[in-house]
């Protein structure tokens, strides 16, 4: 039986015990309404840890004054059976006020990784993404944690930030999990009227393009970049392309000429949804 838990301490007991009994323990941050792309790293926490703990909280130090913080699909009843369904041990469901109980006076700011990508467009993101995820780490105290590459930035920039503080936990990278027409999970998903969940494939695809001309020796990053525009822009229901980067894949930095080490990353309105995606690039 799934425990749910809302208080800090009551976590922390949880996790410790479980130690106690020399238990290895996988955590999994999410912000809730799970999908395919969630359970599938809860599925490799599962296969690589003895206990499984999944955090939900729609963390409000992430969100610009105005995205969807407010709006941001929520469905706790719906989330807690597909988790017990995966065999998770615990959630870990705490309130604003249990997580930030007071005015917050520590900036985790990770330089450099995070200037371009989301990072320029989002600013102060992935600052509150630094903080909810230390404050997890020090509440749950997993062995490993688990993060999707869709979010590759975030993932890159957690990585960095446990190196740079000495977390000690192993942070996971797992595969983008995609619909069967190549559109990335995600729980905006839901956000996309029928037409635009049709015309949402335009980033996946342009992916494609980009390696396919990359595969046919197109190296020069600005033509792709170029190329993936104008095919984006065919889409009726794209509303704006917030950006297409090609960037080194460990610096997250653009770079001008494919190297066979990069990271083509885009973000695009489609309807009133932000959708991102990305495909590392082989050559
Ligand atoms: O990727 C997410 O859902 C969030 O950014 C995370 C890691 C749960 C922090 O709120």
Do not use: W
């Not at 999908?35 to 499984?52: F, Q, Y």
């Not at 330089?111 to 995820?133: I, M, S, Y």
């Not at 029928?194 to 197109?218: M, P």
């Not at 792709?224 to 297409?244: H, L, W």
């Amino acid at each position: 039986m799934i425990k749910v838990f809302e208080k800090i301490k009551d976590i922390r007991a949880f996790v410790e015990s479980a130690k106690r009994e020399g238990k290895s323990v996988g955590f999994v941050p999410t912000m809730g309404y799970l999908h395919e792309g969630h359970l599938s790293l809860v599925r490799c926490a599962r296969s690589e840890n003895d206990v499984v703990v999944v955090s939900i909280f729609v963390n409000p130090t992430q969100f610009g004054p105005s995205e969807d913080y407010k709006d941001y699909p929520r469905d706790m009843e719906r989330d807690i059976s597909l988790l017990e369904n995966e065999k998770v041990h615990a959630v870990f469901a705490p309130d604003v006020k249990e997580m930030y109980p007071e005015e917050t006076l520590t900036t985790i700011h990770v330089e450099k990784l995070t200037e371009h990508l989301c990072g320029a467009k989002r600013k102060g993101h992935f600052d509150g993404v630094c903080l909810v995820v230390s404050k997890l780490f020090n509440i749950v105290n997993p062995d490993r944690a688990y993060f999707g590459k869709k979010d590759y930035q975030q993932y890159r920039v957690i990585e960095r930030m446990v190196r740079d503080l000495n977390f000690p936990i192993s942070v996971v990278p797992c595969p983008i999990i995609r619909e069967e027409d190549g559109l990335a999970a995600s729980s905006r998903n839901i956000y996309l009227s029928e037409k635009e969940r049709k015309d949402a494939t335009c980033l996946y695809k342009s992916l494609r393009l980009a390696d396919k001309l990359i595969k046919n020796g197109e190296y020069n990053t600005k033509r792709i970049i170029d190329a993936m525009k104008e095919f984006i822009m065919g889409f009726e229901s794209v509303r704006k392309i917030d950006y297409i980067e090609i960037v080194d894949k460990y610096t997250l930095e653009p770079v001008s000429e494919i190297k066979g080490r990069e990271l083509i990353a885009l973000a695009v309105y489609v309807g009133k949804a932000r959708l991102i995606d990305n495909m590392e690039v082989q050559i």
